[in-house]
């Protein structure tokens, strides 16, 4: 429920410049996970384990985007959208991570980029949102530095194929958390808990994103390139030096160990000092390729605590009472969605571009109460409305994707996580827009004015 006494946030004008649009990702709205060549990836694979994904659910079907795109970049275009994020699944052009090519994949992405331009959408694909092939898993996944090679060949293949028709490429989305969920704690696909996995996926993780990039600025000079990553301030739980320390570690490894490698050309200095057995000469330079924009998932401040009981001896802290949650019980603090805009401007001197941001709830089962999403129109009021006023202070901030167009296949959480602001009914694969979709296509016209 808004809260009357509240005042609503203030929208500042955007330039008539600032991109506005929404983020997908290919295992989580796909489906057609058997169909036409497509092989498995690893989170077909983590779906299978028992336990692991809440209710036991799977991206087999999921939003059935591969089926019905043609509906929903009609969506896209009724809400006023400049741009689409979505990701190329690499299990589905390469079955087997590398080698033989699956037509019927190439042409998928070929008819979905057609068709968004044909509604002047922009075509913004990441090349890895986590569906690495299983083949390649079976290989030693990240922990094969031959990954980066494999990674350079796939992105040559989707460089040659779409880009005379995409100009604006992400390499990876979030490194920080696949790697840390998936190598260090387990909690996703593969589900590996082992530092030396972990820190070896890291540096051939910033290694691949270092090939790729040159791959695709030698297949084109004027593509736009970046990386995806999550960003949010992590404090201490308390103010004890245990906590001041974990919270300290737990920002290298989520915050900095991949834009720091990739912009500043160093690992951050505890991480630095851990992953030095796996760096070889020239390595840096390798990962440090220039770019021309950074990609910014921010969600919500976090709290870190010691906790000899997790791998590296930062774990979770509690959420102070004061602050305010999501659906999913995420804080909301909009003032440190602008803190981090300021900070990352600083330190990173790239256009941002926010790739993800959003409001999640948990499924109560109500269809009414999910079309009228109140809370999810005031948490995005809120942090635009911050963001448009670091906009003002001097943050350097080019576009803005709300994460995410539709409900979807929300990893260990399932379909019983909606993010959507477009409503999907999974028994009939409706698509209804809520009134968040409303409220943001209102305000896209109004910037337009
Ligand atoms: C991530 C991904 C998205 C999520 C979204 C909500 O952050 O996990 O980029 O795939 O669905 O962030 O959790």
Not at 37 to 45: E, L, N, V
Not at 119 to 134: A, G, M, R, S, V
């Amino acid at each position: 429920m808004a809260n009357p006494k509240k005042p609503a946030e203030k929208i500042l004008k955007f330039p008539k410049s600032f991109r506005w649009g929404a983020s997908t990702s290919s295992y989580q709205i796909e489906g057609a996970a058997n169909e036409e060549g497509r092989a498995p990836s690893i989170w077909d694979r983590f779906c299978q384990l028992k336990g692991r994904v809440n209710h036991g659910h799977n991206g087999d079907v999921a939003c059935d985007h591969y089926h019905k795109y043609p509906e929903d970049v009609r969506l896209m275009q009724q809400l006023g959208l400049d741009c689409y994020r979505f990701s190329i699944a690499w299990p589905r052009l390469l079955p087997r991570g590398r080698g033989q090519v699956n037509l019927a994949g190439l042409d998928f992405y070929d008819r979905l980029i057609d068709c968004l331009l044909e509604k002047n959408i922009e075509p913004w694909p990441c090349l890895f949102h986590w569906d690495l092939p299983q083949a390649l898993d079976d290989l030693g996944g990240w922990s094969n530095r031959d990954m980066a090679g494999w990674f350079a060949d796939y992105t040559l293949l989707c460089a040659r194929r779409y880009g005379d028709r995409v100009k604006h490429w992400a390499s990876f989305n979030e490194f920080s958390v696949f790697t840390l969920f998936g190598y260090a704690w387990g909690w996703g696909a593969p589900s590996i808990s082992d530092r030396a996995y972990h820190l070896k996926t890291i540096h051939h993780v910033n290694l691949a994103h270092g090939a790729a990039v040159d791959v695709l600025r030698g297949q084109n000079a004027g593509f736009a390139i970046g990386g995806i990553h999550s960003y949010q301030p992590v404090r201490p739980q308390k103010n004890v030096p245990e906590d001041i320390a974990a919270a300290n570690l737990f920002n290298e490894h989520w915050n900095l160990a991949f834009p720091d490698a990739q912009i500043l050309g160093h690992y951050p200095p505890q991480i630095a000092e851990a992953i030095d057995p796996y760096v070889q000469a020239g390595d840096m330079a390798r990962i440090c390729r220039p770019l021309d924009w950074f990609g910014l998932n921010h969600y919500a401040p976090m709290y870190g605590r010691a906790d000899p009981e997790m791998i590296w001896g930062f774990g979770w802290g509690e959420v102070p009472a004061e602050l305010p949650r999501s659906g999913v019980g995420w804080p909301m603090q909009p003032q440190a969605f602008s803190d981090s805009l300021q900070e990352l401007t600083r330190r990173y001197r790239l256009p941002i571009y926010v790739t993800e941001n959003g409001y999640g709830n948990e499924d109560k089962g109500d269809k009414a109460a999910e079309l009228e999403d109140q809370a999810r129109v005031d948490y995005l009021r809120s942090y635009i409305a911050a963001m448009s006023q670091a906009l003002a202070d001097g943050a350097n901030i080019a576009g803005y994707f709300v994460w995410s167009l539709l409900d979807n296949f929300e990893w260990g959480a399932g379909y019983g996580t909606r993010f959507g602001i477009v409503y999907v009914d999974y028994a009939t694969q409706q698509r209804i827009p809520k009134a968040s979709a409303n409220w943001y296509a209102e305000l896209i016209k109004k910037q337009r004015k």
